[in-house]
């Protein structure tokens, strides 16, 4: 609740904190990392088995969500979307194991992958219309509203962090509060009761915050994930749209 912990510090260029975001975050990579592998693993052309059938199921459904949000011209963006996606499924469900704490519960984590998503957009931009064409694409389509087009390119990227940020921590913050108060109940209940192994078991909190972990942590980080995805491929999508487009 009061932000990631600093584990320890690397004494070298003035130190560099590895936190528990850190950490996750590489175990994350980690896991990924196997996953892929174990998954990648004795494929076939003319004897696929059921897991390469599975996977090649996987693989279609991202082909066709990014064709159809992002165009077929942008499905070399499919990787970066992929490995996005699963990195905020790790990085949430690693939360769930009360020993690490969720890497997207830390704003740094979704503001450094929506700046990546800026920078994209950015670079789009600037490919397809020239620095100076870019530029005077924020003045359009009158100059007057040009700080409000500035605003609103700079708005993009924080409401897409803060609201992965938020729904995760929020529901960590939550969790939390009510898993403490479901211990202070089972003290105040249980201490009128004369045998101490009985009242010496927190029974109200057996359950409930299982419960609300499988909602905080799993529902609403498969839904955050795709949300912070979707949003990723249409501001990304719109940056480099189709060679006629740019023609006209």
């Keep these: 609740m009061n932000g990631p912990k600093i584990l320890w510090t690397i004494p070298i260029l003035g130190g560099i904190k590895i936190t528990q975001t850190t950490l996750t975050s590489w175990i994350a990579t980690g896991l990924i990392m196997v996953v892929v592998w174990l998954l990648t693993r004795n494929l076939s052309v003319d004897h696929p088995n059921k897991k390469q059938v599975i996977l090649e199921k996987l693989v279609g459904m991202l082909d066709n969500m990014v064709e159809s949000t992002m165009g077929k011209h942008n499905m070399r963006f499919a990787p970066y ?14 939360g769930m194991t ?5 890497s997207t519960a830390d704003l740094s984590t979704t503001a ?3 700046l990546a998503t800026l920078a994209l957009s950015w670079f789009g931009g600037i ?5 100076f064409g870019w530029l005077k694409s924020f003045t359009e ?3 007057f509203i040009t700080p409000i087009n500035i605003v609103s390119e700079i708005a993009n990227p924080i ?10 921590a929020g529901g960590l913050v939550l969790t939390s509060l009510i898993y403490s108060a479901l211990a202070t109940l089972s003290a105040f209940l249980l201490q009128w009761i004369p045998l101490k192994l009985i009242n010496t078991i927190p029974i109200f909190q057996l359950g409930i915050p299982a419960f609300l972990s499988i909602y905080f942590d799993l529902f609403s980080g498969f839904v ?12 990304v999508g719109g940056a480099f749209p189709p060679k006629d487009e740019l023609l006209q």
Excluded at 127 to 131: H, I, L, T, Y
Aim: net charge positive; with cysteine.
């Design 112 to 114: 450094a992958w929506a």
């Design 141 to 143: 389509p009158i100059a």
């Design 127 to 131: 490919k397809n219309k020239g620095f």
């Design 159 to 168: 409401s897409m962090s803060f609201r992965h940020f938020g729904n995760i």
């Design 98 to 102: 009360n020993i690490l704490r969720s």
């Design 81 to 94: 979307i992929c490995a996005l996606f699963l990195s905020s499924i790790f990085g949430t469900l690693l």
């Design 224 to 235: 955050q994930a795709l949300v912070f995805t979707m949003l990723t491929m249409v501001y």
